[in-house]
């Protein structure tokens, strides 16, 4: 059994930050990468970043220079900083983690976090 947990998401106003939070448990061997993906209504779920086991960090290009992933391997925790945010960035989102569990490596889902950014 694995839990996906996020926190963080809140409403705020265009231009502000805000932070999210997720954390990984349960019987998990290793984590492969830990990322975020969102989706807003009306539209399919897109990648934001993710951050694999090496370091490497990966962003959408709509988000470049504004979030910056992060993640804390000891916690199995990883971190969402998302500044000068716009309207368009809102959308319910999503962390995801790559993990080995029992021998196979699978793609577990938090439930998801809104995030609303107001014009």
């Known amino acids: 059994q694995v839990q996906v947990v996020e926190s963080g998401g809140g409403l705020v106003q265009a231009g502000g930050s805000l932070r999210l939070s997720c954390t990984v448990s349960?019987?998990?061997?290793?984590?492969?990468?830990m990322g975020w993906a969102r989706q807003a209504p009306g539209k399919q779920r897109e990648m934001v970043a993710d951050i694999f086991s090496i370091g490497r960090t990966i962003y959408a290009n709509s988000v470049k220079g504004r979030f910056t992933i992060s993640r804390d391997t000891a916690k199995n925790t990883v971190y969402l900083e998302m500044h000068s945010l716009k309207p368009e960035d809102t959308a319910v989102y999503y962390c995801?983690?790559?993990?080995?569990?029992?021998?196979?490596?699978?793609?577990?889902w938090g439930q998801g976090t809104q995030v609303t950014v107001s014009s």
């Open positions: 349960g019987s998990i061997v290793s984590i492969n990468s």
């Open positions: 995801q983690t790559t993990a080995v569990v029992a021998g196979s490596t699978k793609l577990y």
